[in-house]
């Protein structure tokens, strides 16, 4: 383990339900990050959290909704799906936004949208 | 658009070799590069973290360069092990979150 947990480790869903990632951390960081990684891509930026505080949404439609109630915990909530929406989901943490000590990731969450 | 680029794409060698993967971007606004290795369908494990100040890290058989002027950054794996076989992606911080390639499938045979 990383320091940083991520549940579930696998989830199947349909596209009309509602779902959510889980990411924990007890590293003492302050800033949290959600990415995408999708077969044959980069790993692609979703959401960023300092201090709490969302900075960054790179253009993620709406059906992907984050939520960060203290800085040892984020949420990414699903609802409505796609089928292109099957990817890995990575959660990092670092100590702050852009910190230089390095980002620590989790395991992920495998999705796939049926 | 920060691009950061992996090249070989998959790279297959028998065991015992010493192996180079590169990486090049685009930002000369780095704060630092990060080496990851990620095995299939898992996270990523941090291997290496080259600050923008420093020119190389080492950490057992792994050493990686990092060049700014030249916006390049290697990973040197010596000896190499068929428990190396895995997927590594370099990322670089330029002070607001992290840019991947798209990494390196490494195949290391008996």
């Avoid at chain 2, 630092?32 to 290795?37: A, G, K, P, S, Y």
């Avoid at chain 2, 076989?85 to 290391?108: D, E």
């Amino acid at each position: 383990e990383t320091g940083v947990t991520q549940t579930p480790r696998h989830l199947v869903m349909g596209m009309t339900n509602k779902k959510s990632l889980k990411c924990e951390q007890h590293l003492g960081h302050n800033a949290m990050y959600w990415y995408k990684q999708s077969a044959k891509k980069p790993l692609e930026l979703m959401f960023v959290y300092n201090f709490k505080e969302q900075t960054e949404n790179n253009s993620v439609p709406s059906r992907f909704s984050p939520e960060c109630p203290n800085s040892s915990h984020l949420f990414l909530h699903l609802h409505t799906l796609q089928p292109e929406d099957s990817a890995l989901y990575l959660c990092a943490s670092s100590l702050k936004q852009g910190a230089e000590d390095g980002y620590t990731f989790g395991s992920g969450t495998r999705l796939t949208v049926v | 658009k920060q691009e950061v680029t992996q090249i070989p794409a998959a790279l297959s060698v028998p065991e015992g070799e010493n192996l180079v993967l590169n990486c090049s971007f685009t930002d000369s606004a780095i704060y630092n590069l990060q080496w990851f290795r990620q095995d299939p369908g898992k996270g990523l494990t941090s291997l290496l973290l080259i600050q923008s100040s420093q020119r190389e890290q080492t950490s057992g058989r792994l050493n990686a360069s990092l060049d700014k002027s030249s916006g390049r950054s290697t990973l040197y794996i010596a000896a190499s092990q068929p428990g190396d076989s895995a997927t590594y992606l370099c990322a670089q911080n330029s002070g607001y979150a992290l840019n991947f390639g798209k990494g390196t499938s490494l195949l290391v045979t008996p």
